[in-house]
């Protein structure tokens, strides 16, 4: 059974950043990508980043390319997510998620199978 938990949310003038953690357990073989997704009140959840783990390629956002970096520690089975220039649009329950889906549709949330509690993150203005 597949774990993911974040961490490292919180409150942050805009400007500021911020480092998420996921930390994943259990998915051996059984997931080719890890994402992270992001829910503000109100609105749809969206996809903002994700790693492809076999070509370990990235993929972005248009609203978040240039300020958010997504990465993974195969050794600790982590995923991070580095979000600088926070604006008070990326308020939001951020979450992680990992999937088998095909390398052009990874913001599809139906392809991913697994996901975390989610983390907070504010940013005020």
């Known amino acids: 059974q597949v774990q993911l938990v974040e961490s490292g949310g919180g409150s942050v003038q805009a400007g500021g950043s911020l480092r998420l953690s996921c930390a994943a357990s259990?998915?051996?073989?059984?997931?080719?990508?890890m994402g992270w997704f992001r829910q503000a009140p109100g609105k749809e959840r969206e996809g903002v980043a994700a790693?492809?783990?076999?070509?370990?390629?990235?993929y972005y956002a248009e609203s978040v390319k240039g300020r958010f970096t997504i990465s993974r520690d195969s050794a600790k089975n982590t995923l991070d997510l580095q979000m600088n220039s926070l604006k008070p649009d990326d308020t939001a329950m951020y979450y992680c998620?990992?999937?088998?889906?095909?390398?052009?549709?990874?913001?599809?949330?139906?392809?991913?199978?697994?996901w975390g509690q989610g983390t907070q993150v504010t940013v005020s203005s």
């Open positions: 998620a990992a999937g088998w889906l095909r390398r052009g549709g990874w913001s599809d949330q139906k392809g991913y199978n697994y």
């Open positions: 259990g998915y051996s073989g059984s997931v080719n990508f």
């Open positions: 790693f492809y783990i076999g070509a370990e390629s990235t």
